[in-house]
């Protein structure tokens, strides 16, 4: 399978230009050594997939520095355990499940009961599982990796991964081990961000380092395929600014739900599985960036602060594609104890702890954190008069 871009099977059709690691918020004796790529998307038409030309090694990203907590968002906490009881649903008493990316182990505490393990390459978060008595490996998922299960013949019921399937490379990799240790009546499930959701919300954002695939159901079904597997249903979430939830199995003869045929239709229909849908895209996004400088422009001729809510991995995107720093926006706000009192990566900004934010009177406010509005305006409802804007309106 050619999951990799070459230039025979893939078009490159968009540059951000040179790209920061997102999740890298840095220190400012850190700043001359800043790693940067090149951040190029391209489309694989045989297998209608949208991907980054290149990708820094995930040993850049995931390791004892990586500061995305799970645990940081409510409501993500509450998906996670919606989720659980969904998937519960499925199990008995003896039912086993593993986790790839199992991050503070936020999804496994609800599979306490159960056989259960996770794989975590960032010791940072693992560190947190290991302490909340979650099973995990501080590995990255992958066929080296996962012997001592083969060796011991461990296979599970049910395999998932949230928002970590697009982060992986090597997906033959992924999903031979995937394979190797799914039970014959077993299942895989994950969910991660939705290529059509990206397209509808012009959310550019999605595209960083670590998300190196954004995937749809057409390109799921085509990647599986290849190993035998079928895609059988998808549930479309709120989750992450729209994911998508994908259900697959080893048996081939299985039927497909309804709602799965009605979404590969939508995907025809909206481009979404073609490169045309890529061009389109595309157009969006440099208006999008027009806009959102046309705006900043002209608050910042009216003399307007402008404070940042949420140093999230996406705003990486939006600064460093928009050359956005400290001139326009002061600093930026943040709950997440590794990046309060480092910068911004790439452009700079300042990040301040959350706890400062009410008493400081900006009324001009860039959420970042645009896929945790609801439960942020909820929060800060007590704040009148404030502009809440982001690259999306
Ligand atoms: P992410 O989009 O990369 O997951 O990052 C979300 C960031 O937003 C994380 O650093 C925590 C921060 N955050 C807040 O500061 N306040 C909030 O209310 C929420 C939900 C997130």
Redesign the pocket.
């Given at each position: 399978m050619k999951c990799r871009i070459n230039k025979k099977n893939c078009k490159v059709f968009l540059d951000f230009g040179k790209m920061p690691i997102a999740?890298g918020f840095l220190k400012k004796r850190e700043f001359k050594n800043e790693y940067f790529f090149p951040m190029k998307v391209g489309f694989n038409k045989s297998l209608s997939l949208f991907q980054l030309y290149k990708n820094p090694n995930p040993k850049k990203m995931f390791n004892k520095n990586y500061?995305?907590y799970t645990s940081?968002?409510k409501?993500m906490i509450l998906h996670f355990k919606k989720y659980a009881q969904w998937i519960k649903k499925k199990l008995n008493k003896k039912s086993s499940i593993l986790e790839i990316g199992s991050n503070d182990g936020t999804f496994l505490l609800n599979f306490k009961k159960y056989y259960h393990l996770g794989f975590e390459p960032s010791k940072s978060v693992h560190n947190v599982a290991i302490k909340n008595n979650v099973k995990s490996k501080n590995k990255f998922f992958n066929l080296k990796n996962i012997d001592f299960l083969i060796k011991k013949k461990i296979k599970f019921d049910v395999i998932v991964g949230s928002n970590v399937i697009c982060h992986i490379p090597n997906q033959n990799d992924l999903i031979k081990s995937m394979n190797k240790l799914l039970k014959k009546r077993g299942e895989i499930i994950f969910e991660e961000p939705y290529l059509g959701s990206m397209y509808d919300k012009v959310s550019y954002d999605q595209i960083y380092d670590e998300h190196i695939f954004m995937f749809s159901a057409t390109s799921i079904n085509k990647i599986y395929k290849l190993h035998g597997l079928k895609l059988i249903d998808v549930l479309p979430q709120k989750t992450h600014g729209g994911s998508m939830r994908y259900v697959i199995t080893k048996n081939t003869n299985a039927k497909i739900t309804k709602r799965l045929k009605k979404i590969f239709i939508k995907e025809k229909k909206k481009n979404v599985d073609t490169l045309k849908g890529c061009y389109i895209f595309k157009k969006n996004v440099e208006n999008s960036k027009k806009k959102l400088l046309k705006k900043l422009n002209e608050m910042k001729k009216k003399n307007l602060k402008i404070c940042g809510?949420?140093?999230?991995?996406?705003s990486t995107t939006i600064l460093n594609y928009c050359k956005i720093g400290p001139d326009m926006i002061d600093l930026i706000?943040?709950?997440?104890k590794d990046?309060i009192n480092k910068f911004s990566p790439g452009m700079h900004i300042p990040i301040r702890n959350?706890k400062y934010f009410a008493e400081s009177n900006y009324k001009n406010i860039f959420l970042f954190?645009w896929?945790?509005k609801k439960?942020?305006l909820k929060?800060e409802k007590y704040r009148k008069n404030c502009q809440w804007f982001s690259h999306l309106n």
């Open positions: 999740n500061p995305f940081s968002s409501s809510y949420g140093a999230t991995s996406k706000f943040d709950t997440t990046k959350y954190a896929n945790h439960e942020i929060k």
